[in-house]
């Protein structure tokens, strides 16, 4: 159930409940006729009226629950951005090192996937699961990476997966960037087209002096055989 549906089914628990203590309250109290010899209004209706003032202070209490929930989602998505940032600067910097070959260790986002594992709980369902796929693949991913080195430097035979994967992470991130900056009101989780993965190669090369001739490169061709295979099965 997302948000959404949560606070709707919320609300109609919530008049549905005011609407039985009030029916009790109007039972106990002998109805609205006042008996003779009686205290008074407030004396034969105090059950109706404790009723009333009940029913109030949960409509209040939901409210302030509704809006403080609202306050965490905003609050949340601000926060995104910049870790959807350095998730995307990881993926690149991962990338290019894999596909420079280069003796290096990149440093990974921990900062950024820990504030994205705290959005979730913030979200609406469709929305947290499009950021709880993207940070179960970052786990998967350095997973891959660490057995997949020797000297820091990333084998011949597994380069192609190396570099594909660093583009389904980044493809990943690109995607929530609108839901972060508040343009969309929710993202359900759908995995990467083609399009969105090569939209990624492009976003990860395109400041390189030597971006086409990366085009040229036979692990990249495959990379983009295997972004294209993913349209036909």
């Not at 105090?46 to 939901?62: E, K, N, V």
């Not at 894999?98 to 609406?124: C, F, G, H, M």
Request: with cysteine; aromatic share 10%.
């Amino acid at each position: 159930m997302n948000e959404e549906q949560h606070q709707k089914s919320l609300k109609i628990a919530i008049i549905g409940g005011l609407g039985v203590v009030l029916f009790i309250a109007i039972l106990v109290s002998g109805g609205f006729s006042l008996p003779e010899n009686s205290g008074g209004l407030i004396y034969e209706y105090q059950t109706l009226i404790g009723a009333f003032i009940a029913a109030g202070s949960i409509y209040m209490t939901w409210f302030q629950y509704r809006k403080t929930t609202k306050s965490k989602e905003f609050s949340a998505r601000a926060h995104m951005n910049d870790a959807l940032s350095a998730i995307c600067k990881y993926s690149k910097d991962c990338f290019l090192s894999t596909y420079d070959n280069r003796e290096e260790t990149v440093e990974k986002p921990t900062e950024a996937i820990n504030t994205l594992k705290q959005s979730i709980q913030y979200l609406d369902s469709e929305s947290a699961e499009s950021v709880y796929q993207l940070v179960g693949f970052y786990q998967v991913y350095n997973a891959r990476r660490e057995p997949r080195t020797s000297d820091h430097i990333v084998m011949i035979d597994q380069r192609e997966s190396a570099l594909y994967d660093s583009v389904q992470l980044s493809a990943l991130s690109i995607r929530l960037f609108d839901f972060a900056r508040n343009r969309v009101e929710k993202i359900s989780f759908n995995k990467p087209t083609s399009n969105d993965l090569k939209r990624s190669l492009k976003n990860i090369t395109f400041t390189r002096d030597d971006m086409y001739s990366i085009y040229e490169d036979q692990d990249i061709k495959k990379v983009l055989d295997t972004i294209d295979r993913r349209d036909s099965t």
